[in-house]
């Protein structure tokens, strides 16, 4: 079956722009998660979706970050204003267990 | 603040022998920890876990040991091939918590 799709895969933006990245999960899963993944850095946890209750936004590095999850499925993560150090490779994933994390392949970030 | 270290960035090491990955861990609530691997331009793709209620967990070619006392865990990989260069990450949870805390990822070389 397919697997999670993240959209644009590759993303060049210029520093002060909105952009929105978009997560398609796996059909069925209820659990959604954003990490990013910035040079020489581990998978760092921005926030986690788990069927209607309210998402766990502990990890998003400013109030510039906000997500949202629509009837239960599509993700989109926007970052406005974006600075240089936004640049990272964002990566999102699902769960049917909330134990096994599937990924998709995340999506570039380069703000110029 | 790491609560999940992996000190070696890079490993190589020849066709047929052995790759020993090691982490470590600072959070003494972690209970359960999955290695993950990743190709380049790839999501990570869960590779194995183990329970804190063991010590040893063993799949095909790949085992995780597990060292409470010590706070360090590791992956075996025996023989190594090839196709297991990639970046490998190991990561831990606290019971029920969903999140998934990473390590920075070891880079594994497998020479022919």
Known sequence: ?112 | DQQVKQNSPSLSVQEGRISILNCDYTNSMFDYFLWYKKYPAEGPTFLISISSIKDKNEDGRFTVFLNKSAKHLSLHIVPSQPGDSAVYFCAARRGSNYKLTFGKGTLLTVNP
């Open chain 1, 1 to 112: 079956g397919a697997g999670v799709s993240q959209s644009p895969s590759n993303k060049v933006t210029e520093k002060g722009k909105d952009v929105e990245l978009r997560c398609d999960p796996i059909s069925g899963h209820t659990a959604l998660y954003w990490y990013r993944q910035s040079l020489g850095q581990g998978l760092e946890f921005l926030i986690y979706f788990q069927g209607n209750s309210a998402p766990d936004k502990s990890g998003l590095p400013s109030d510039r970050f906000s997500a949202e999850r629509t009837g239960g499925s599509v993700s989109t993560l926007t970052i406005q204003r974006t600075q240089q150090e936004d640049s990272a490779v964002y990566l999102c994933a699902s769960s049917s267990d909330g134990w096994t994390l599937h990924f998709g392949n995340g999506t570039r970030l380069t703000v110029t």
